[in-house]
């Protein structure tokens, strides 16, 4: 099943105790752990550059064109990222969160 989603960063004042600040995420990539998936990325407007460093990762995302990018997960936890290519005015405003979760949780996920 493919899924799709919008995911925005949370404001300085709206992060939680704990959270990082600039780089939490109102909605979060949900990913299962312990399978082979793939995530394809595209963009609407200008070159962007999808980066989780946590896990060696970084894959363009190109106006009219979809790159795909393999991951396998080896467990659970929350990693973060940002848009590392230098594409406009609000470039330092985006960040990437992922949460591998186990795959039960993650069809659920699916699910709702």
Known sequence: KAVSFDSYMVGGADTISGGYRLLEVDNRCVFPYG????????????????????IGVKVDAVPGRINQLGVHLMASGVMF????EICGVNHSFMPVGLESVSPEVFYSWLVD
């Not at 609407?44 to 550059?49: E, L, P, Q, R, S």
């Not at 990222?81 to 590392?84: A, E, N, Y």
Request: hydrophobic share 45%; charged share 10%.
């Open 81 to 84: 990222g940002q848009c590392s």
């Open 35 to 54: 399978v082979d998936g793939r995530i394809l990325v595209s963009s609407a407007d200008v070159i962007h550059a999808w980066a989780l460093p946590s």
